[in-house]
Nanobody, 126 residues
């Protein structure tokens, strides 16, 4: 099996924090860029963050820079998204995704990723 499973979403007040986790199974995690995307109702899927295969490089969408931090633990086949200073506009379903082979760490298009999790809901109340 080859799949990604997100967890950690929930309801939080504005200004609060959440940590999302993505667990990978199969042989899809290592040697690949991992990304986070989000999608709110009626909106396009939006790039949130990505991280290189060894965790040495990260990239963030403009809307989350300075507030979110992405990390990965290859030994545990997990990638994390720490979300701080949350805003109501951060409310969305958050997805983790595996990048296609050898894509740049800053790849922000959903088409550059070929494995996706089921998503986890994040709701930020005002």
């Amino acid at each position: 099996q080859e799949q990604l499973v997100e967890s950690g979403g929930g309801l939080v007040q504005a200004g609060g924090s959440l940590r999302l986790s993505c667990a990978a199974s199969g042989r899809i995690f290592r040697n690949s860029v991992m990304g986070w995307f989000r999608q709110a109702p009626g909106k396009e899927r939006e790039f949130v963050a990505s991280i290189s295969w060894n965790g040495g490089s990260t990239y963030y969408g403009d809307s989350v820079k300075g507030r979110f931090t992405v990390s990965r633990d290859n030994a545990k086949n997990t990638v994390l998204l720490q979300m701080n200073s949350l805003k109501p506009e951060d409310s969305a379903v958050y997805y983790c995704a595996r990048g296609r082979s050898m894509i740049p760490v800053g790849s922000s298009s959903p088409s550059q990723y070929n494995y996706w999790g089921q998503g986890t809901q994040v709701t930020v109340s005002s």
